[in-house]
């Protein structure tokens, strides 16, 4: 499977995830609505126990969406190549001549280019 349609894939399944948690959530605040109306009214023990259930229903969903929404951003950053902030150790590979331009970035008439001297 290639890298294109698995992230195709990827974001698909995010998103019909996703669009699903979020009719979860509405739908179940609907029927939370519903249900303390029915707790009111009926003031029985066992409607306030069904309410109190759903809330923490409804809490777990909104929990799983958050999940979600850090795997997702999780997957992205796996799949983009980081980012090196500070360099301690680098490595200059030239003459003494070219290093002498990169400090000072002048004229090549001012640097001094010194040959070795042979033993």
């Not at 850090?70 to 003494?96: A, R, S, Y």
Request: aromatic share 4%.
């Amino acid at each position: 499977m290639s890298d294109n349609s698995n992230d195709k894939n990827i974001r698909d399944d995010y998103t019909t995830s996703r669009d699903t948690y979020h009719d979860i959530i509405e739908k179940g605040r609907e029927s939370m609505d519903l249900m303390i109306e029915v707790a009111r009214e009926s003031e029985h023990p066992r409607a306030f126990e069904v309410l109190s259930g759903m809330m923490k229903n409804m809490a777990d969903v909104t929990d799983k969406l958050m999940d979600l929404n850090k795997k997702h951003k999780e997957i992205k950053q796996t799949d983009e190549p980081k980012q090196v902030g500070n360099t301690t150790n680098n490595l200059f590979v030239g003459t003494t001549t070219d290093l002498q331009r990169l400090i000072q970035n002048e004229k090549v008439e001012k640097i001094i280019d010194v040959d070795p001297e042979q033993e």
